[in-house]
């Protein structure tokens, strides 16, 4: 980061929203490059309300998540309705569903079973980007009638909430593989399924998409799944930044792993003095 902010050299890759977010100065550029890095809310299925999938599919219904990326990360991901990439050729546009503030409200009044009590949604913070996304998405529930709190932990009473279930919902970040296998996360006794999801229907679904010759027909067969019965609130997928000095670089394509990919296609500018 010296080197870059003395003009040593002209390129870095940077987390603009992670814990230790880099800050930079001067006449700087930056172009993102998509990740399998989900953002999302994990829920505790066996609290009463919260194993309503009617009720969840209305928390679902009650995120708007372009607001939150482009409010609160500076744009720096991609908003998502289900835990595969918008960026992917495999995720289910055809089952997204638009954001409506009344289209909420109606739900929450048809919903029959709802929690008694106010929801404790727990973030991790240490970081700052994540704890703005918990408090801005409980103070809107909290708006539109569903009681929220977000609660801020250090890292390792976090991690320790979430392993004793002592939680309603969690802000949650998952490094998924780029073949979107999301047993670990949604699979009944998954090692990141916290909230104790557990369908032997899902199970099924998660074994075919992992399996199935057409990935992208299974896929989304298991995505109206999820939207059906919303065991996790995907919320969006991060990016990572590649800064570069003003008028110094065109053309660039990054990946999150090659910041030079395809370099034959970039043009560099580099004068002396």
Not at 90 to 104: D, R, V
Not at 127 to 138: D, E, T, Y
Not at 155 to 165: F, G, M, Q, R, S
Not at 240 to 255: H, K, Q, R
Request: a negative charge; one cysteine or more; aromatic letters at 8%.
């Amino acid at each position: 980061l010296y080197r870059f902010t003395s003009h040593d050299v002209q390129l870095i890759a940077a987390d603009l929203t992670g814990t230790t977010p880099v800050t930079v100065s001067g006449s700087v550029r930056c172009t993102d490059a998509d990740t399998t890095v989900l953002h999302y809310l994990g829920i505790n299925t066996s609290v009463k309300g919260l194993d309503n999938a009617a009720f969840r599919r209305c928390l679902s219904l009650g995120i708007n998540r372009q607001a939150l990326v482009s409010g609160l990360l500076s744009g720096h991901a991609k908003a998502a309705q289900f835990p595969i990439s918008p960026a992917s050729p495999l995720y289910p546009a055809e089952l997204e569903t638009a954001f409506s503030a009344t289209a909420f409200s109606d739900a929450l009044a048809a919903c029959e079973e709802k929690p008694a009590h106010p929801l404790r949604l727990l973030v991790n913070s240490e970081n700052s980007f994540k704890v703005s996304m918990a408090q801005q998405i409980a103070a809107s529930f909290t708006a539109a009638g569903v009681a929220m709190k977000a609660v801020s932990l250090p890292w390792e009473e976090y991690t320790a909430a979430l392993a004793a279930k002592s939680f309603d919902l969690y802000y949650g970040e998952v490094r998924l593989t780029a073949d979107w296998n999301l047993a670990p996360l949604l699979a009944t006794g998954g090692r990141l399924n916290y909230g104790g999801w557990s369908d032997a229907r899902c199970d099924q679904l998660l074994e075919a998409a992992r399996s199935a010759l057409d990935q992208k027909a299974a896929l989304s067969t298991l995505c109206r799944y999820l939207q059906l019965q919303t065991p996790i609130l995907p919320v969006c997928f991060k990016s990572v930044s590649v800064l570069y000095a003003a008028n110094t670089v065109s053309g660039l394509s990054p990946t999150a792993a090659e910041p030079f990919y395809e370099l034959q296609d970039i043009t560099i500018q580099l004068r002396n003095g």
